[in-house]
């Protein structure tokens, strides 16, 4: 361990994880090397490696100059062989195609990835089946996102993440050319419309914060690790949120009418909802939630068939941006006549 470098608590199974991925990517690592990496004595990294060995991992060791260096056997493990059953192939197609808004990421290549490795060692009986399968589900999404221009820090995202390392991340300030510095512990990587976003603890700023994969535009890997609290639950984070946003939150009840009220009582908006129906057949949905703008979207999205009972603040800013759209679409329609009457008069 180096010298006047703070010794950290990781799980066993945390670093097991990291001294797998080291032996897999070098050609080999001694005790000492191992023992530096995962921030622990070269006991505990015996101890370790003995567990690795356990796992089905076979390893082997030589001398190089002088020191004893750990290494893999070969690269594949000591383990039986995985069958499928195909509703469990209809299953993990089906999650395939729910992961269709990761297109240009490298999770989508591994995932390609995966599906090829699994299709290498299926029964024939089961391969004859895999192109209709992988019809049987077919997602649709409006609004993808282009993750191309990110897909090069995203690498190093994994690498951050799997293993702990405290990452410096440059980030686009929202509809604006210019950049923040923040020094991040990435905890957790959120999936949300479509979106991909990185959760973790910002250390310039004191606090958690969410920051969306496509307005990164630069990861550096520290060297430094860190901890994941044991009281981190990434779900907690969200507990109040409609959507993302996790402010102060609100007791909301909107009122959808009997047009609609069958789209809307049998989905869950929020844990701890309560739903009615009056003698009209309308809908009263109630619930506790944070996020202004995002109930905001959420009403609009119903149009005339949705009205904001409570609270007042929401049901104000719903019927300042109804007021708003009335007086665009008014002011346009006279322009459009205006151009039509002087089309007419040429």
């Known amino acids: 361990m180096l010298k006047g470098k703070p010794a950290k608590k990781y799980s066993q199974a945390g670093r097991l994880h990291s001294i797998i991925r080291l032996l897999e990517t070098r050609r080999g690592l001694t005790l000492d090397e191992l023992a530096e990496e995962c921030d622990v004595d070269r006991r505990t990294i015996h101890r370790d490696l003995n567990a690795v060995e356990q796992a089905g991992y076979a390893l082997t060791t030589e001398w190089n100059n002088g020191k004893k260096v750990y290494r893999f056997l070969t690269k594949s493990r000591n383990l039986p062989p995985i069958t499928f059953t195909l509703p469990q192939l209809m299953s993990l197609y089906l999650l395939r195609s729910l992961g269709a808004h990761l297109a240009g990421t490298p999770f989508q290549a591994e995932i390609d990835e995966l599906f090829k490795s699994i299709h290498s060692v299926l029964p024939d009986r089961?391969?004859?089946h895999l192109e209709r399968i992988a019809r049987v589900s077919l997602p649709l999404s409006h609004g993808a996102r282009d993750y191309s221009p990110s897909a090069g820090f995203v690498g190093d995202l994994q690498k951050a993440l799997l293993q702990q390392y405290r990452i410096r991340l440059k980030y686009a300030k929202k509809g604006k050319n210019e950049v923040d510095d923040y020094e991040v512990d990435p905890y957790t990587l959120v999936f949300y419309k479509g979106g991909i976003y990185l959760l973790g603890n910002a250390h310039n700023r004191a606090g958690m914060r969410l920051?969306?994969?496509?307005?990164i535009r630069?990861?550096?890997?520290t060297r430094q690790r860190f901890e994941i609290p044991d009281s981190y639950q990434p779900e907690a984070h969200f507990s109040s949120a409609f959507g993302l946003v996790s402010d102060s939150p609100m007791k909301v009840r909107v009122r959808f009418s009997t047009e609609i009220a069958h789209a809307v009582k049998d989905r869950i908006?929020?844990?701890?909802?309560?739903?009615?129906?009056?003698?009209?057949?309308?809908?009263?949905?109630?619930?506790?939630?944070?996020?202004l703008m995002e109930l905001?979207?959420?009403?609009?999205?119903?149009?005339?068939?949705?009205?904001?009972?409570?609270?007042?603040?929401?049901?104000?800013?719903?019927?300042?941006?109804?007021?708003?759209?009335?007086?665009?679409?008014?002011?346009?329609?006279?322009d459009m006549e205006k151009v039509e009457k002087k089309g007419k008069r040429v």
Not at 282 to 288: C, G, L, P, T
Not at 320 to 333: N, W
């Open 218 to 221: 630069g990861v550096e890997i």
């Open 211 to 215: 920051f969306a994969l496509e307005r």
């Open 296 to 334: 905001v979207s959420w009403i609009l999205s119903y149009g005339i068939y949705a009205e904001v009972l409570e609270p007042a603040e929401l049901r104000k800013e719903v019927r300042r941006q109804v007021k708003e759209m009335r007086e665009m679409y008014r002011g346009k329609e006279k």
């Open 126 to 128: 089961h391969a004859a």
């Open 269 to 291: 908006w929020m844990p701890g909802q309560k739903v009615s129906t009056d003698g009209s057949g309308r809908v009263v949905v109630e619930f506790e939630a944070s996020g």
